[in-house]
């Protein structure tokens, strides 16, 4: 019984003690709520006597609390999304333009941050900030185009690396983000992979002529087995093949440099180059029972290199035989047309292949892309094909554009510029 009683009293100390508690806790923001009242009223000017300026300023003084709130819960999410975007491994650059064409800098990443010129980013040009005019450029033109654009461009401060820089809009009018992609470590693999093939092909060169030349003896020796010959007319094919293979790399060195040889353009008869070409594939066309159709306009010239662009025809053609070859069922078609249209010469490569699906089409001009090796490995190839076309149409300032559904086929467009005989003087 008189545990009770002490259980009672102390149950009711505490709950004293509690609503004591509460109750000075309410006071003293009842009385900071005042002071602030106060300062509000004294900085406004008001009378708090008068109940209706008294209800205003307590109006007032809520919304304004309220606000305080919401700005700490934003300056707390703001502060949560920075640190997000810190930890990030690419670079994120939030830039603007104004009228006086001028890209500003508002916010950068840590990641960002290591390639800028100075610490004191925040306000500045990105011309003062950054050390690259491709990146300057590239989003320069982003904003005055209204488009999202991507390149690759290399940086050489504060080491050399190389970045593939995405310039995307956002839905804040004038505001454009800027991401970077390091892909050094591709790049470095890429030109390592480059160099070893290079060597080898010149190493290759003499062992697969003097090959060539011994086969081609006895090729023509006159009383020769049919049974040797057929596997020694094999043996031919394999190594012109990898002659062609070896030659396309070495191709790709001269390519890219466009000095010399490359730049000897000339004003020829584009049509019947590709004439040419359709004859060549037609006997292809036969041998794998592909049908293959024609439209090509006569007498369209061109300024450039033929027999570049003769390779530029004959490896996209190539590819088309190739991949409609390999598809099981359905029709087997390749179209190659040729046209003017809005002073441009057009040239089109289509089939009815397997196609490409569509996240590889970003990188299939790449140097040694192949779209997945398991396909890949049904015809040969080292994915040089397609990087010489595009380095070649370059060289030229023409255009490549490819359309392509998985199993449905594929199509080439090439854009190249009509030059008048005036203007091909360079
Ligand atoms: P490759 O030597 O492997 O043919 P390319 O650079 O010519 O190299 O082509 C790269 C890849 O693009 C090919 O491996 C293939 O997967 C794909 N490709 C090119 N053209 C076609 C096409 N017409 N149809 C389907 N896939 C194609």
Redesign the pocket.
């Known amino acids: 019984m008189v545990n009770i009683y002490i259980i009672v009293i102390l149950l009711l100390i505490i709950t004293n003690i509690l609503f004591i508690y509460a109750y000075s806790k309410k006071r003293k923001e009842e009385k900071a709520h005042q002071r602030f009242k106060n300062e509000i009223a004294k900085s406004i000017n008001i009378n708090i006597k008068n109940p209706v300026d008294d209800f205003l300023l307590h109006q007032l003084t809520l919304y304004i609390k309220n606000l305080e709130e919401k700005y700490k819960s934003e300056k707390y999410k703001r502060r949560n999304i920075f640190s997000i975007l810190d930890t990030l491994s690419e670079g994120i650059i939030l830039v603007s333009y104004n009228q006086n064409e001028i890209i500003r800098v508002d916010f950068a990443n840590s990641f960002a941050k290591n390639i800028f010129t100075t610490e004191n980013f925040v306000g500045r040009s990105l011309t003062e900030v950054v050390d690259n005019h491709n990146l300057i450029e590239l989003t320069l033109k982003s904003f005055k185009t209204n488009k999202d654009l991507e390149e690759e461009t290399s940086f050489y401060y504060p080491e050399k690396k190389y970045f593939r820089c995405q310039v995307k809009s956002i839905n804040v009018e004038n505001y454009r983000v800027i991401i970077l992609l390091d892909i050094t470590k591709e790049k470095n693999l890429e030109d390592l992979r480059r160099e070893f093939l290079t060597i080898m092909s010149h190493e290759m060169r003499t062992p697969l002529s003097v090959i060539s030349g011994y086969l081609e003896t006895i090729l023509h020796e006159p009383n020769l087995d049919l049974e040797i010959y057929q596997p020694l007319k094999k043996i031919e094919e394999e190594i012109s093949r990898l002659t062609r293979m070896f030659n396309d790399l070495l191709d790709i060195e001269r390519l890219e440099k466009n000095i010399g040889e490359e730049k000897r353009f000339v004003y020829f008869n584009f049509s019947n180059t590709v004439k040419r070409a359709f004859d060549f594939f037609k006997i292809v066309a036969d041998k794998m029972s592909i049908e293959f159709e024609e439209q090509i306009e006569d007498d369209l010239y061109v300024f450039g290199n033929e027999d570049r662009l003769l390779q530029v025809v004959y490896?996209?053609l190539?590819?088309?035989f190739?991949?409609?070859a390999l598809k099981e069922k359905g029709e087997k078609k390749v179209w190659l047309r040729l046209y003017e249209n809005d002073n441009t010469i057009i040239l089109e490569i289509e089939?009815t292949?397997?196609?490409?699906p569509s996240k590889?089409l970003k990188r299939?001009?790449d140097l040694f892309?192949?779209?997945?090796k398991s396909?890949?490995r049904q015809?040969?190839?080292?994915?040089?094909?397609?990087?010489i076309?595009k380095t070649v149409l370059d060289n030229h300032n023409a255009r490549i554009y490819l359309d392509?559904e998985e199993n449905n086929?594929?199509l080439?467009q090439v854009i190249l510029p009509i030059k008048t005989n005036n203007e091909t003087e360079v």
């Open positions: 490896n996209i190539d590819n088309s190739k991949f409609t089939d292949g397997i196609g490409i590889e299939i001009f892309y192949r779209v997945d396909r890949s015809v040969p190839g080292l994915g040089i094909g397609l990087y076309v392509s086929g594929t080439f």
